[in-house]
């Protein structure tokens, strides 16, 4: 393994194809301005680096950032690369992370609108994000401890969990499959709408018109709150232990509540049932 230290570096492609280097305390910025810097590399390592440069990591293999930055001016940062690991690092560059597998990420800072899209298999731990449309037709994710602001995540999502996470966004999950949320805040209008087989155990719902056109919902043990119009044209099995404001024509299934504001059963191919249970 080649360690390159203590260096600034500005030219276009400065260090494309290298393989099993290891770059630490350097600086990807300059009036050169180029692009591309780590572009087809394999097995690499960069620590306590700052990038100020576009497009730094493309069709990598292999790569290890720690305790790094990369700035606002370092957009698409990370495309079409697989097998990384992207610990205590700000990634504040639009569009960071896009077409890329076999990710994790742990104590991360993001503040990057259309992040992580079309990802494979992402792990996120103990991170925060600003962004819109995060995540993005993604699949196979696992988040823990992660807080997210901004509208329009997690869309045409497939596979994943999230544990104890906070979400404080807008048209969330939307026509996504197969995904378990536990333990976790979600704050937001119009919540899963067209989504199919989302699983909601000991959650907080707030917001707007949750969970409308869904198929294969179920809440286990959750709360919803300043939730109305509720479950419209959705098929559903929902342990509810606040009161919901209204409910809107679910399609079927069974809703449990202790108190309802307001029950609209105004379509006649609404058959889902809704109980009071104290």
């Known amino acids: 393994m080649i360690t390159i230290e203590n260096q600034t570096f500005d030219e276009e492609?400065?260090?494309?194809?290298?393989?099993?280097?290891?770059?630490?305390n350097c600086s990807f910025d300059?009036?050169?301005?180029?692009?591309s810097a780590f572009k087809e590399g394999k097995d690499i390592e960069a620590e306590h680096c700052f990038f100020n440069l576009r497009y730094p990591f493309w069709h990598d293999h292999g790569l290890i950032i720690r305790d790094s930055e990369m700035t606002e001016l370092c957009r698409a940062a990370l495309w079409y690369s697989d097998r990384v690991e992207i610990t205590d690092t700000k990634l504040h560059g639009i569009k960071a992370l896009r077409e890329c597998s076999n990710i994790?990420?742990?104590?991360?800072?993001?503040?990057?609108?259309?992040?992580?899209?079309?990802?494979?298999?992402?792990r996120m731990e103990d991170s925060a994000a600003v962004s819109?449309?995060?995540?993005?037709r993604s699949e196979d994710l696992t988040f823990r401890n992660m807080n997210l602001t901004g509208k329009y995540s997690f869309q045409y999502i497939r596979n994943a969990v999230f544990e104890n996470c906070t979400f404080d966004t807008k048209d969330s999950f939307w026509h996504g499959e197969n995904i378990t949320v536990k333990d976790s805040v979600v704050k937001g209008e119009y919540l899963a709408w067209?989504?199919?087989?989302?699983?909601?155990?000991?959650?907080?719902?707030?917001?707007?018109?949750?969970?409308?056109?869904?198929?294969?919902?179920?809440?286990?043990?959750?709360?919803?709150?300043?939730?109305?119009?509720?479950?419209?044209?959705?098929?559903?099995?929902?342990?509810?232990?606040?009161k919901v404001d209204s409910i809107k024509n679910p399609r079927s299934g069974r809703i449990e509540v202790p108190e309802l504001g307001e029950l609209i059963m105004d379509d006649a191919e609404a058959k889902g049932e809704v109980l009071i249970r104290a």
Request: glycine residues 8%; proline residues 3%; contains cysteine.
């Open 132 to 136: 819109e449309y995060f995540m993005m």
């Open 13 to 24: 492609r400065v260090l494309y194809g290298r393989e099993g280097i290891t770059v630490r």
């Open 30 to 35: 300059g009036p050169a301005d180029g692009e």
């Open 104 to 122: 994790v990420m742990k104590n991360c800072d993001i503040i990057s609108p259309e992040f992580g899209w079309s990802v494979r298999g992402i």
């Open 194 to 242: 067209y989504s199919d087989g989302l699983t909601l155990v000991n959650c907080k719902i707030i917001g707007t018109q949750p969970f409308c056109y869904c198929k294969n919902l179920k809440l286990i043990d959750c709360e919803m709150i300043d939730t109305d119009l509720a479950f419209e044209k959705s098929d559903v099995e929902a342990q509810i232990t606040t």
